[in-house]
Antibody, heavy 118, light 106 residues
Framework: QIQLVQSGPELKKPGESVKISCKAS????????IHWVKQTPGKGLKWMGW????????TYGDEFKGRFVLSLEASASTTNLQISDLKNEDTATYFCATSMGITAAPYWGQGVMVTVAS | DIQITQSPSLLSASVGDRVTLSCKASRNIYNNLAWYQQKLGEPPKLLIY???TLQTGIPSRFSGSGSGTDYTLAISSLQPEDVATYFC????????FGGGTKLELK
C-alpha cells in the first residue's frame, strides 16, 4: 500500500540545523511530486513547497525561501527537508504529502515534531 | 496571493444534526478546493476534492458544494467520530489552507 514514512522527533537549539526525511513506498516514486506542510497550533497549516521527484527541482513558498532546502535521494525513494539557523518559530510539526495525480493530497506522512528551545 | 477564510472557527452541534462549514476564497478558485479532517496527533485526512468529489472510503454523509469564491462542506447527520478540525485547501498555484473549523459535540 502507499505510504509516506517520516523520521523521528527532533529537539534542537536556536541556530542549529535539522534534516528530516520522508520515505515513500507502494508506488513509483518519480511519478508524483512531494509537498511539505508546516503545522503550528496557532497558525494552522502552511504550505512550504514541493519537489519534483523526477528532476529534483524544488519550489518554495514565499515564507520558506532562504533557510529551507528540499532535496532528493531518489534511489531511496526519499525526500528531505533541511532547515538551517533554527529559530523558536520553527517549532512545529512538519508533514510530507503527495497528490498522486488528483487535485488534493490523499497521502500524508505521520508528521515530524521539531522543537527549537534553548 | 489568494487567501482562504474558514467559518466558523468553532462549531458545536449534536449527534444527528446537519452541519455546514464554510470556506471563502479572496478570488475565484474555479472549484479547485479540497476538504480535510484532522484529529489530534494525526495527519490531515482527505474527505473531498474538486469541490464535490468524495474521496474513496469516506462516508456519504460528507458532501461538498460551491463555486467561484464560496464553498461548503456538509455533514448530513453528525456522528461522534466526526469530532475533529476541518480544513479547506486551494490546490493549484501553491497550496493554501483555511484556518480551520473545530467541530465539537454539544
Amino acid at each position: 500500500q502507499i505510504q509516506l514514512v517520516q523520521s523521528g522527533p527532533e529537539l534542537k537549539k536556536p541556530g542549529e540545523s535539522v534534516k528530516i526525511s520522508c520515505k515513500a513506498s507502494g508506488y513509483i516514486f518519480t511519478d508524483y511530486a512531494i509537498h511539505w506542510v508546516k503545522q503550528t497550533p496557532g497558525k494552522g497549516l502552511k504550505w512550504m513547497g514541493w519537489i519534483n521527484t523526477n528532476t529534483g527541482k524544488p519550489t518554495y513558498g514565499d515564507e520558506f525561501k532562504g533557510r529551507f532546502v528540499l532535496s532528493l535521494e531518489a534511489s531511496a525513494s526519499t525526500t528531505n527537508l533541511q532547515i538551517s539557523d533554527l529559530k523558536n518559530e520553527d517549532t512545529a510539526t512538519y508533514f510530507c504529502a503527495t497528490s498522486m495525480g488528483i487535485t488534493a493530497a490523499p497521502y500524508w506522512g505521520q508528521g515530524v515534531m521539531v522543537t527549537v528551545a534553548s | 496571493d489568494i487567501q482562504i477564510t474558514q467559518s466558523p472557527s468553532l462549531l458545536s452541534a449534536s449527534v444527528g444534526d446537519r452541519v455546514t462549514l464554510s470556506c471563502k476564497a479572496s478570488r475565484n478558485i474555479y472549484n479547485n478546493l479540497a476538504w480535510y479532517q484532522q484529529k489530534l496527533g494525526e495527519p490531515p485526512k482527505l474527505l473531498i476534492y474538486n469541490t464535490n468529489t468524495l474521496q474513496t472510503g469516506i462516508p456519504s454523509r460528507f458532501s461538498g458544494s460551491g463555486s467561484g469564491t464560496d464553498y461548503t462542506l456538509a455533514i448530513s447527520s453528525l456522528q461522534p467520530e466526526d469530532v475533529a478540525t476541518y480544513f479547506c485547501q486551494k490546490f493549484y498555484g501553491g497550496w493554501t489552507f483555511g484556518g480551520g473549523t473545530k467541530l465539537e459535540l454539544k
